[in-house]
C-alpha cells in the first residue's frame, strides 16, 4: 500500500489551475491506493480553498468515499514547545 503526505496545502486560497491541478492527483489516486490528507477546516470551508463548489464536491465525495475521519481536537503541539522553549527565558532570576 503507498501513500501520500499532502502537508498543509490548504492555508490559502488555491489558483484555478493549482486547484485543477490538486483535484487531478487526488483523482488519479481515487481507488488505487492510500491517501493521507491532513486539515485544520472544516469540510464547509473547503470551498474557499478551492474556489468553486462544484470542484470542491467533487473532490469531497472522491475523498470520503473510502474513509476513516480522525478528527483531533486539543491543544497545539507546535504552540505548547514554543511556549516550553520561552518559559526559562522569561523565567526571575534568583
Do not use: C
Request: proline content about 4%.
Amino acid at each position: 500500500m503507498s501513500g501520500k503526505n499532502s502537508g498543509e496545502w490548504n492555508q490559502r486560497p488555491l489558483s484555478k489551475t493549482g486547484a485543477e491541478l490538486l483535484f487531478e492527483v487526488f483523482s488519479q489516486r481515487y481507488e488505487r491506493g492510500s491517501t493521507l490528507l491532513t486539515s485544520n477546516l472544516p469540510f464547509d470551508e473547503w470551498t474557499e480553498v478551492f474556489g468553486s463548489e462544484r470542484l470542491t464536491g467533487a473532490l469531497l465525495d472522491r475523498l470520503t468515499h473510502h474513509v476513516h475521519i480522525l478528527e483531533m481536537n486539543g491543544d497545539s503541539y507546535r504552540l505548547n514547545q514554543s511556549q516550553k522553549r520561552q518559559k526559562p527565558q522569561n523565567a526571575p532570576k534568583t
